[in-house]
């Protein structure tokens, strides 16, 4: 099938009927049976929870249905195990720059009661020459003998292969970017059954000083957060704002700390010829000799914004004292 480029957000319509299937299954004692079918989707899950905000006592109600679905996933993941079936779990991707999972892959990986795989998605909502050179980028990253991935999206005629044409819905997935909407559609959260767990790992984006709780509580309270079974956040911050903001109260949430510094609980040794390449110092300069600066802003740094992911307004200065060092 073509990628579908079209960033499309749930109507109020499709929220009222998904919220009502559920509510219906639930009713008529069809939730669990639907549930194993794949009838039951995480749409309905979103719906459910988009339905409950406006509501007085929409949290509690959000929370008894949060709990039913997760149950579901678990149910599957607990009798795949018992008759001694490995548990296939996918990662998904959307840059290299924000593979922050390589630790925990590798765990995964050689432990044989596992069946792992990456999946780079595409993203959607942008030109085809900014998508495609993420993508080829991603799959550069990840197209060597050391990962088992699954190439999708066919960057020359714009086709994308279904979960059925790469071997099936996994039984866990691995989350990698909140922002759901952005990603090819086949694969969005919407479009998986509720017997799936999802696990969302932080990509090391937080809140830096933002001006308003409108913000912060949006940050917190993602429809994509509260349907997670685990989401793991870098920092005691992070957790905090989750037990302020996130309907859950942060019950799905575990303060992992960054999991990318996983890197460093290993000793790791280098050439000469791969720190020059690392640091882009002219060959046969001494590399020792030179002084290394790691830029890295990030976006919404300018003082009026009122949402900001970075606090480079606050620290910039110090470029200037390196350079003059220099």
Known sequence: MLLDNVVKQMSQEEIVNLANELTDAV?????????????????????????TQAMDD????YLYFYKLAMKCGKDRIISKVNNGNKIKIAFLPISASEWQAEYIYRKLENDNRFEVEIVPVPLIGRSKEDRTAIYLQTCRFFGSDKYNVKEIYDTETEEIKGWDEIGGIPDI??????????????????????????????????????KTEEW???????????????VYTETHKDFEGFKKYETLCAANVVNSGYIKMDYFYDNHSYTDEQLMSLW??????????????????TFFYRKHYALSFSTFDKNMYFLYLSCKEI
């Open 27 to 51: 009713e008529k004692n069809k939730f669990n049976m639907l549930c194993e079918t794949g009838k039951l989707k995480y749409a309905h899950l979103i719906a459910m929870f988009l339905a």
């Open 58 to 61: 929409g949290r509690k109600l």
């Open 173 to 210: 997935i691995v989350h990698l970017t909140p922002w759901y909407l952005n990603i090819a559609p086949s694969y969005q959260i919407t479009k998986l059954p509720l017997n799936v767990v999802n696990i969302y790992i932080s990509y090391s984006l937080s809140i830096g000083n933002s």
């Open 216 to 230: 912060e509580s949006y940050r917190y309270n993602q429809d994509f957060l509260n349907v997670m079974w685990k």
């Open 280 to 297: 882009s110092v002219p060959k046969g300069a001494d590399i020792y000799n030179y002084k290394k600066i790691l830029h890295y802003t």
